[in-house]
C-alpha cells in the first residue's frame, strides 16, 4: 500500500518506532510493534540512527517484520548524510525484495565525522529516489517552525517545496507543542504552494530535562502552558512524564477537530503512548472502532 493512497482517502493515524542498535536483537522493538498494531495504525515509520544512534543496520529487519509478522505498512527512514549513490541502490534494492514500498526521504542529523558524499540535502535523494526507483512512495521531514539550521523561515519554505518538486508524495512534520504555529505553518504551505498532505507529528515531553534538550536539537518553542505543566506537575519523573501525555492528547484532539491530513505519534517505543492516543482520536470521533 503506498502511504499517498491511504492519506488521499482519509485522515491517517499513525506512529514512529526505533529499532535497537547495533547486534541487540530486534525482538524488543516488535514486541512493541505488535502491541500497537492493535490499535489498527495506517502504517508505522521505523528510524535510521536517529540522533546518530547507529541502529540503522536494523531499520530494514525491523521495517520488514512489521509488514510479515504483523501486516503493518511500514514506513522505512532513509538518509542520505554520507551516502554514495550504490549504498541508496543497495537499500532501496533491500526494501523492495522485502516487499516496502514507503520511504522516508531525509539528509539525516548531523553526526560530527560525517561529510557529505553523493547527496547535500534530502531534495538530491527524494530526486534521486524518484529517477532510480519511481515505484516508491516517499515521504520527507517538515517544520512547522523551520529547520533548525535555516534561520530564514521564508527560505526554509522555499526548500520544502524544492522537497515537493523533487517528487515527495506528503510531508511528516517535526514534533511541536503549540498548534497554532502548525496552523500557521499549513498557511504558509498553501502560501508556497505546498499541495501534497502534511502528517503532523507529536512527541508527548517525558520531563524538563528532555524537552529542554528537544528544544534545542529541534528549536521547537516550549510554549508558557507546557512549562506550567512541567512546573505543576512537581519533580517526580512519573508525574512529569503523566503531564507531557496528557498534554499530548489535547494537542491530537485539537488538532483532529482542525482538519488535520494525518496524525503520527512519537511513541519512543512505549506503547502505551501510542495506546492512549488511540483512545483519544476514538473518543473525538476522529478514528472508528
Ligand atoms: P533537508 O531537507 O536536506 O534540510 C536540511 C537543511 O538544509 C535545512 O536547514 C534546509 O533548510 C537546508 N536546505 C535544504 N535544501 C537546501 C539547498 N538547496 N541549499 C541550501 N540549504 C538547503 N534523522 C535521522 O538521522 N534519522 C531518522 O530516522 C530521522 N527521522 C526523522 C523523521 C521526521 C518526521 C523528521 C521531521 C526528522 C527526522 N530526522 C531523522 C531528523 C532529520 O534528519 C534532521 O532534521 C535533519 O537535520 C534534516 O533532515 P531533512 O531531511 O529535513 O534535510
Known sequence: MRISERLAAKQTFSFEIFPPKGDLPIDQALAVAGALAADKPDWISVTFSAGGSGNSANTLAVAGELLKRCAIEPLAHLTCMGSERADIDAYLAALAAAGISNVLALRGDRIPGREVADFAYASNLIAYIKHVAPEFC??????????????????????LYAKQQAG?????????????LFYTFRE????????????????????????QRMAFTCGATIPAAVIKRIVSAGDDPADQARAGLEYALEQIADLAANGVDGIHIYTMNRHEIGDAAYDALLACGYLED
Open 168 to 180: 515527495a508524495d506528503f510531508f511528516v512534520t517535526q514534533l511541536f507543542f503549540d498548534n497554532e
Open 138 to 159: 516517499i515521504g520527507a521531514a517538515c517544520y512547522p517552525e523551520g529547520h533548525v539550521e535555516c534561520e530564514d523561515f521564508e527560505l526554509s519554505m522555499r526548500h
Open 188 to 211: 504558509a504551505c498553501t502560501r508556497h504552494r505546498i499541495k501534497i498532505p502534511i502528517v503532523a507529528g507529536i512527541m508527548p515531553f517525558t520531563s524538563a530535562k528532555q524537552i
